[in-house]
């Protein structure tokens, strides 16, 4: 007979998270061999790793949505730290066979304004890109409110826009204020607040709606969006370390000890997702059943999970994604 304490134990071990498939115009019907995932309806662009209808797949809580699991128990997920009950990060992985809309996302006072809980800060990290891959991060200097608006106007925007060329390996930050778009080409993890506000500045001349007076609000001329350097120490590689999110690349070899994956700085215990950049991995400890981390796979590990280690089933590339409280700094 499992006792209350085993049970309690295991309700709060590493789990898996279902992804969820999220249809947009602008991708594609086969994501192959990325996802086994192939439609003939609308094209699929975006995965859900960890949206708030995102479903638990392994462990007690299966079935069961992460936001409602955030609701019941917000502590053991997050810690005592944590600022707010709610999931604070959504990761995804973004698919554009298109140009996506030229947009702007609010930081939190401008989302609070307009009756949302937090704006939107985000990252992009390549883990994958074709050869001339383009995202546009921020404005060139000089340009201004009065040219940004006469080039949604008449047409000329993307004149106005910051390229920056992606490779495979990049981390792209961008900060809530800065007009951005994603383009063709490149396969990008996003890890952003938890919060999927997008003010469509410009389209392209495609017919959909766009929120000019809003993203005009929202814009910043000046941002601190663009291309971050890693920063290499002994056991891991810090992608991006900003006011919402700690991301980093941490080596397998054999297995490790999930302690171990903790970094210098940290204060006490509290959420992490394990991302499968490549390759496969399982999770395993006393008192819960082993948990695999397929290619594209997620696992959060809560704050008041049990010990476990991480084991290398095979090339396993590990992206580790933390929620950092704001005060922090890129």
């Not at 996302?105 to 009756?115: S, T």
Request: charge should be negative.
């Amino acid at each position: 007979m499992i006792s209350t304490g085993q049970a309690e134990l295991a309700r709060f071990a590493p789990f898996r998270i279902e992804p969820r498939f999220v249809n947009r115009v602008w991708g594609f019907q086969d994501l192959r061999p990325w996802y086994d995932c192939v439609t003939n309806g609308e094209p699929i662009a975006e995965v859900w790793l960890t949206g708030d209808e995102c479903l638990v797949a392994t462990g007690p809580n299966t079935g069961k949505a992460l936001a409602a699991l955030f609701h019941e128990a917000s502590q053991a997920l997050l810690g005592a730290a944590a600022p707010s009950p709610e999931s604070p990060l959504l990761l995804k992985v973004i698919f554009a066979r298109e140009k996506l809309s030229v947009q702007v996302h609010p930081d939190d006072k401008l989302a609070q304004k307009y009756g949302q809980p937090r704006g939107k800060t985000e990252c992009w990290y390549a883990l994958a890109a074709e050869p001339g891959a383009q995202v546009a991060a921020g404005l060139k200097p000089g340009v201004t409110l009065d040219q940004i608006d006469k080039g949604i106007r008449d047409g000329t925007l993307e004149q106005s826009l910051n390229l920056v060329g992606v490779e495979t390996g990049d981390m792209i930050f961008v900060d809530a204020g800065t007009v951005h778009a994603i383009w063709p080409g490149s396969i990008l993890l996003e890890t952003q607040q938890n919060c999927d506000i997008t003010y469509r500045m410009y389209d392209y001349g495609r017919p959909r709606e766009l929120h000019v007076d809003k993203s005009l609000e929202a814009t910043r001329l000046t941002t601190r969006a663009g291309k971050v350097l890693p920063k290499s120490l002994e056991d891991r590689t810090i992608l991006l370390d900003a006011e919402y999110f700690r991301i980093e690349r941490i080596p397998i070899t054999g297995s490790r000890a999930g302690s171990s994956l903790t970094g210098a700085g940290e204060s006490g215990p509290g959420l992490a997702y394990l991302f499968a950049a490549a390759g496969a991995g399982k999770i395993s400890g006393p008192g819960f059943e082993p948990v695999d981390l397929p290619p594209r796979g997620v696992v959060a590990v809560p704050a008041a999970s049990p010990t476990f280690l991480v084991e290398d089933q095979g090339a396993l590339d590990l992206i580790r994604i933390k929620p950092n409280w704001p005060g922090k700094s890129v």
